[in-house]
């Protein structure tokens, strides 16, 4: 506790929002491999609610990623024109931003769900509207596992002009 004490704030807040970055990644990406798990056709009305659960947390954490990020560019990384002058960063801001506008498709999806859920109905989930989910959750569980490689490597000054 002591040892805990000794570290310079500074050091705690950059490592604590650092923390937040990759505690918030790994929800969304549960949450992605539990929402992926959980389609198929008509489901029950406890794996319905699970689903609309699971797409909330992926939004809130998805959410929380973006903030920690946009927070290690300003004030707790390397200093912000060592990512804005790097490629790699934007494509990994494009990524990140291309796998969110994918999603809108399930969440859409789900929160239409929420009408016959609220009127004690079963949603209806056709083969295709499964598959096509599917297929979705399939895109965005690839996109978001490139994304920390870009991480890494942009971190390490890679694609760096110069
Ligand atoms: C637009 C949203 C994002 C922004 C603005 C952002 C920004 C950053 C910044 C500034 C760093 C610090 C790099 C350094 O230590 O110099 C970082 C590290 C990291 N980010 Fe992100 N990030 C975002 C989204 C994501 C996402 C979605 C993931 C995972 C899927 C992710 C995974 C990582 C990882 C693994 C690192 C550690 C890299 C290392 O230290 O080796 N980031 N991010």
Redesign the pocket.
Known sequence: MAGLLSIPSDVLSSAGV?YV??LS?MV??GALVLERRLIRPSPDRKDAILMVITDVTYGIA?LA??L??????LY???GSS??TENPL?WW??G???S?GALSLYPTITYILWAIPLRKGELPQVSEALANRLRWVLNIELVG?????L???????GVGLPG
């Open positions: 650092a970055h990759y990644f969304c990406f998805a990623v973006l920690s990020g946009i927070l290690r560019v707790f990384g390397q060592f990512y960063f990994k801001v990524t990140y931003l796998v978001f596992a490139s994304i920390p870009m991480a890494t490597l942009m971190a390490r």
